[in-house]
Nanobody
């Protein structure tokens, strides 16, 4: 199984930045999709950024495009989300998620059901 541990959340003022990290362990997959998702109080969990391990192709929702950057470091099995120009509406608990080996995630990275492995989340609060 895959274990995921997020870190890097916190409280920031609007316009600030945070770098979220997700340390992955317990596997040796070569082709997989990973994603960052978030859930605000009273709202459904939503995917905001995804990345395919095969070529590091990155995908974003409109709310993240231009402000957030997803990346990964294969040497230490860590996924990152650089968040810039944060807004109060970005306040949420942020989760990383990991797929099992499968096809590229270009057309399905936003599907929450694709990800069997989840971290515990890290809280981001923007005021």
């Amino acid at each position: 199984d895959v274990q995921l541990v997020e870190s890097g959340g916190g409280s920031v003022q609007a316009g600030g930045s945070l770098r979220l990290s997700c340390a992955a362990s317990g596997y040796t997959y070569s082709s997989y999709c990973m994603a960052w998702l978030r859930q605000a109080p009273g709202k459904e969990r939503e995917a905001i950024a995804g990345i395919w391990s095969g070529d590091d192709a990155a995908y974003y929702t409109d709310s993240a495009l231009g402000r957030f950057t997803i990346s990964r470091d294969n040497t230490n099995n860590t996924l990152y989300l650089q968040t810039n120009s944060l807004k109060p509406e970005d306040t949420a608990r942020y989760y990383c998620a990991h797929d099992r080996p499968g096809p590229p995630c270009r057309d399905s990275w936003e599907s929450i059901s694709r990800y069997p492995y989840w971290g515990q989340g890290t809280q981001v609060t923007v005021s």
